[in-house]
């Protein structure tokens, strides 16, 4: 078909009846065209998401980690809000106000309107 399905190890057991090509690890970086997608583990959502920083762009593709107004859902198995609160802290804030965030799904946001909001999200618990 053209394309590889990739998953993190933490995340492959339950997507087994899926079905996956490789392993895709923290930092691995993924050629697409000339775009260089850099790997960052993002867990909480899952143990095993992912976001993707688009090399020398402002582009951070966030999945389901983080969306306008707070994190990814933490109400189900295997994900956990502090998890998901760390990770964004220490993996997603460390990009520069302007960096565009694309989530999974919905609009799209900046870091720099998201950061200031932190304490709101640990303190609403969601």
């Known amino acids: 078909a053209g394309y590889e399905v990739a998953v993190t190890r933490l995340d492959a057991p339950k997507l ?41 762009t402002p582009l951070l593709f966030t999945g389901d980690t983080l969306f306008p107004g707070g994190p990814g859902a933490t109400h189900f198995d295997d994900a956990d809000f502090d998890t998901i609160i760390g990770s964004i802290q220490s993996r997603l804030f460390t990009f520069p106000d302007d960096t565009v965030v694309l989530p999974g799904h919905g609009s799209d946001t900046t870091i720099g309107a998201e950061r200031p909001h932190l304490e709101e999200w640990i303190e609403r618990g969601w």
């Open 16 to 56: 087994a009846d899926v079905g996956y090509d490789v392993f895709l690890d923290d930092t691995e970086v993924i050629e697409v065209g000339h775009l260089r997608l850099d790997a960052i583990h993002n867990p909480g959502h899952t143990p095993g998401s992912i976001s993707f920083h688009v090399r020398d």
